[in-house]
């Protein structure tokens, strides 16, 4: 195209006055702006809008005699972009722009041949790369000289077919259009957009003076900030090299120096004292003004600094979190500002050891991050090998193909667990986020030899006793062992988590089957149990077998003498649970799985069943192939147990309330409540209530004691959700656990689900895994019923989320607009959600 839209050049100098904003001009020349406003010595820069930069992409070959006119005559000059978010990239800086033959021989002249050598060079190197997309190898040299210089010039020139470029104007107008370009290209759009870039971001440009930084030892470039990137703490680090240029000079440069007390020699605060000075001042500023924590990058001439660019320090979340709360602590931005800092799923970086983003990271094997935090141990394949070693005090991953409740003990002594199959809700990756085990699910790249306890990896063969790191945040598997972070759960993530306290308005509860489990969540402040899965109790070793002797009974007697030696596990258990929680409320709820989860699936396991119980094995086998199901999920579970065998329930019941006692007579005080699971009829609850009811008459009866308790269902099925109103006559709470009511609204199996879920997201037939972020449009559409219908029925009605989706901040911006009274999640979600739910009222 002509030079039709010659107008469109939109440019501004950038001063005080100038009108710049984000919006037509991006974050660079924004910041820019604030700097100079901020009085710092900023070179002459000149900022191209988005319209212009559009202009330019679109084909306009603008005449830049108005543009370089601003500068003086023979500056060299540098081209940075600048996008509306600082997170969405650009195309690479372009330096020492104007750089051509008689400018390399004025610089010989003042400052040496080696110095305009070096300097003519690498803007032909970038200029062939970047600009004419040439092979950047067809230019490196290992040292400057004058012959490499020619060579490359001479290597542009045969595959250009015209010399290189000697007019600044031409050299300027080509950087331009390149990097207007670089940034329609599709894998530039493509990467900005997952990270939130709407398809028509824009991209300005900034124009900016070479400010020195070659020639004598007296100049220089580096880069400054003033915290350390990981921790947060303030800081000063950054590099400074001597006759270098823009950041790749001190980025990967051994000669950098450091800014304060090199011990390999001088550093930039003992060379350049009051260069220094005013480079602390600088970022001070920065911090008060800018309100945030910049890398300012800068040269050095003659003792004098100009100020180039300045960028946020990259930083990982815990810094994230002592730089938001440091700032907020010193005024200068609110305490809401701060929460607004912090993205609630990166705190949950500081509750787990990490990998060290600072070392080497080789990837074996991808899989779905089901429970955060990394771990490095030797690898096993089942759990007798997993408890074997933990016995001997020796981490240990463990992998297996899917893990099933047989597994609980063997997951408890690992230090990750790593399975082939599964998504976000399968057995493992509930189980472990739960323990706070770091989890990998589903990586469909892996092979298990169990015969030969191998693992493939594809690349690698691993065998048991090899160390292996899996990486349960990023869902990466890594050969060996890795450095690691240790959780930050310090005073900055505390203060952090007691402001977002202050202003939230749905309450937070954890889901917590143990002791252990729930001083966790007592120390992460949940305000309460919102769900106590009492099936994770009888896994226990002393109890699989009492409980496996009950599932066998044949006749009533039989099963009520065993579940009479369960009573008292249960009881104590539930004194502890109410212990722990000092009061606050503890949900539990009643049996759920199908019976056969407790029946051993191996030969070997039912042999010594057979052996505990003294029944031939045919008789075991026999028992537990009646017990089996084609769809146990859809089958003899839930409430349904509780109906045709009520007596585990009534047991539970009695446990429950007998437990209450004990407190009250400890002098504590608790008001259970119990949950029926999995009810899809009203006739289902009032049955199930009125043996409760009946219960607790009797316990009151035969103790002389009066205690309360509250008595709801687990909205898990579509039918339940639907009959909400007429269920809500039985129930005083509905606590909806979206994992289950995920899976049958879908007809998709969460253990299965995870073979394909990917094919699917990556497909775009659904948007995200529904059993990760909560489907508000189908599952959310039957939560809106049930909530309306259920609250229609009984006003004072508590509704809460139980299912994995409550620690999630999307569905808990969905529950507090449904009226929701509490979300409940695993203990180590509970700070990202209580984060998550202060930010929504903000
Ligand atoms: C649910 O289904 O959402 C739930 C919380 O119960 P579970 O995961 O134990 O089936
Ligand atoms: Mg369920």
């Not at 010989?108 to 600009?131: C, D, I, N, P, R």
């Not at 993205?343 to 949950?348: E, V």
Request: aromatic share 6%; hydrophobic share 40%; charged share 25%.
């Amino acid at each position: 195209m002509a030079n039709r839209n010659l107008n469109l050049l939109d440019y501004s100098e950038i001063t005080g006055a100038a009108p710049i904003a984000l919006r037509t001009h991006g974050w660079r020349a924004k910041c820019l702006q604030r700097l100079v406003r901020l009085d710092m010595p900023v070179p002459k820069t000149v900022a191209l809008s988005f319209e212009a930069v559009r202009a330019i992409a679109a084909g306009s070959m603008p005449d830049l005699s108005g543009l370089v006119g601003r500068f003086d005559a023979g500056q060299l000059l540098s081209v940075r972009p600048s996008a509306e978010n600082t997170d969405w990239g650009g195309p690479g800086a372009v330096l020492n722009i104007g750089m051509n033959n008689a400018r390399y021989a004025d610089i010989t002249e003042t400052h040496g041949e080696k110095v305009a050598t070096a300097l003519y060079l690498s803007f032909v190197q970038a200029y062939a790369q970047h600009v004419a997309r040439l092979d950047p190898d067809m230019f490196a040299v290992s040292e400057p000289s004058p012959r490499a210089l020619e060579a490359a010039l001479d290597d542009y020139e045969k595959e250009m077919e015209e010399p290189f470029p000697q007019d600044p104007k031409k050299q300027l107008a080509e950087v331009l259009r390149s990097m207007a370009r670089a940034w329609e290209g599709t894998s530039a759009r493509l990467l900005r957009q997952a990270k939130g870039a709407s398809a028509e971001a824009g991209l300005g440009l900034v124009v900016q003076a070479m400010a020195g930084g070659y020639g004598a030892p007296e100049t220089g470039a580096g880069v400054i900030q003033f915290i350390e990137p990981v921790t947060g703490a303030p800081q000063i680090t950054g590099r400074y090299a001597e006759r270098g240029q823009g950041r790749e000079a001190v980025s990967n440069n051994p000669q950098a120096m450091y800014l304060t007390c090199d011990p390999r020699g001088a550093s930039l605060e003992e060379l350049h004292p009051a260069a220094f000075q005013s480079l602390v001042r600088h970022g001070a500023d920065c911090r008060e003004k800018l309100r945030e924590e910049m890398q300012i990058e800068f040269t050095v001439v003659n003792g004098e600094v100009s100020v180039l660019d300045a960028v946020k320090v990259q930083r990982n979340s815990r810094a994230a979190v002592r730089v938001a709360v440091s700032l907020a602590e010193d005024g200068i931005i609110t305490r809401k500002e701060a929460l607004m800092r912090v993205t609630p799923r990166a705190l949950s970086e500081l509750l787990h050891r990490q990998v060290d983003p600072r070392g080497p990271r080789d990837v074996l094997a991808r899989g779905i991050a089901a429970s955060p935090g990394a771990a490095t141990g030797r690898l096993v394949f089942t759990s007798t090998a997993a408890q074997a070693s933990a016995s001997r005090g020796e981490p240990c991953i463990l992998v297996r193909r899917e893990t099933s409740p047989e597994d609980i003990r063997g997951m408890h002594a690992a230090a990750g667990v790593l399975t082939e199959r599964g998504g976000m809700t399968s057995h493992a990756a509930v189980i472990g986020r739960g323990l706070g085990v770091p989890c990998i699910v589903g990586a469909t790249g892996l092979r298990i030899d169990l015969k030969n306890r191998q693992l493939h990896t594809g690349r690698r063969i691993l065998s048991e006793g090899d160390l292996i790191t899996i990486d349960g945040t990023a869902g990466e598997i890594l050969p060996g062992e890795a450095d690691m972070l240790e959780p930050a759960l310090d005073q900055w993530f505390t203060t952090l988590l007691d402001w977002a306290d202050a202003l939230r308005d749905i309450g937070v509860r954890a889901n917590a089957d143990t002791p252990a489990d729930a001083r966790i969540a007592r120390g992460f402040k949940a305000e309460g149990i919102g769900l106590c899965r009492t099936e994770h109790m009888f896994f226990e070793d002393d109890r699989l077998t009492v409980m496996r002797e009950m599932i066998f009974a044949d006749t009533g007697p039989d099963r009520a003498a065993a579940l009479a030696r369960l009573l008292p596990m249960q009881r104590s258990d539930f004194i502890e649970l109410f212990s722990i929680m000092e009061g606050l409320p503890v949900c539990i709820r009643l049996f759920d799985p199908p019976l056969h989860e407790f029946l051993p699936h191996t030969r070997e396991g039912m042999k010594q069943l057979a052996d505990a119980l003294d029944k031939p094995l045919s008789e075991v086998v026999r028992r537990s192939e009646e017990l089996a199901e084609f769809n146990p999920m859809l089958g003899l579970r839930g409430v349904r147990l509780g109906v045709t065998l009520p007596e585990i329930y009534e047991m539970q019941a009695r446990a429950i309330f007998e437990a209450t006692i004990a407190i009250g007579r400890r002098g504590g005080k608790v008001v259970p409540e119990i949950m029926i699971p999995l009810v899809s009829a009203m006739r289902e609850v009032e049955l199930v209530k009125a043996r409760i009811d009946a219960v607790a008459a009797a316990v009151r009866v035969e103790r002389g004691n009066g205690f309360e308790y509250r008595l709801g269902v687990m909205v898990e099925t579509p039918r339940a959700a639907l009959r909400a109103g007429e269920i809500a006559q039985h129930a005083e709470f509905m606590s909806f656990g979206t994992n289950d009511l995920t899976q049958m609204t879908y007809g998709l199996s969460r253990d299965d689900a995870g073979r394909f879920m990917s094919y699917y997201v990556q497909a775009g037939v659904f948007p995200e895994d529904p059993f990760h972020v909560l489907d508000t449009d189908g599952v959310g559409e039957l939560l809106l019923i049930a909530a309306e219908r259920g609250r229609r029925s009984r006003k004072s009605l508590t509704l809460s989320i139980c299912g994995e989706h409550g620690g999630s901040p999307e569905s808990i911006a969905f529950c507090r607009d449904a009226g929701f009274d509490y979300v409940s999640c695993s203990p180590f979600r509970v700070p990202v959600a209580r984060l998550a739910a202060a930010q929504l009222t903000i």
